[in-house]
């Protein structure tokens, strides 16, 4: 069971920048998934999450606004639309996938979450 990120690189501010984040081994279509990033020098951080049939979606709120989470449970695939980034979105992605969304919001159910992805590097300069 995988998820493999891609779509990092480097930008400059006010640009866009569109991950995704590819599932196999298993389907997910029944798992919330969610972003995560981490800055050099800082915790991993909560970005967005979205439920297993893409009904309901959270931000960070940092990020509201600006960056949009789907999915394609056809094809296995989350996605992470960044659009206006900012110096400060630079960090290494993170997609994750866990039964309950709940466990993919709370900095203290980290820990629990089943799935992660290796992540891919943002950089964004001013």
């Known amino acids: 069971v995988q998820l493999q990120a891609s779509g990092g690189g480097s930008v400059q501010a006010g640009e866009s920048l569109s991950l995704s984040c590819a599932a196999s081994?298993?389907?997910?279509?029944?798992?919330?998934m969610g972003w995560f990033r981490q800055a050099p020098g800082k915790e991993r951080e909560f970005v967005a999450v979205?439920?297993?049939?893409?009904?309901?979606?959270y931000y960070a709120d940092s990020v509201k606004g600006r960056f949009t989470i789907s999915r394609d449970n056809g094809n296995n695939t989350l996605y992470l639309q960044m659009n206006s980034l900012k110096p400060e979105d630079a960090a290494v992605y993170y997609c994750?996938?866990?039964?309950?969304?709940?466990?993919?919001?709370?900095?203290?159910?980290?820990?629990?979450?089943?799935?992660w992805g290796q992540g891919t590097l943002v950089t964004v300069s001013s």
């Open positions: 081994g298993r389907s997910f279509s029944g798992d919330a």
């Open positions: 994750a996938a866990d039964h309950r969304m709940r466990t993919l919001m709370l900095k203290s159910l980290e820990k629990e979450i089943s799935y």
């Open positions: 979205i439920t297993w049939n893409g009904g309901v979606t």
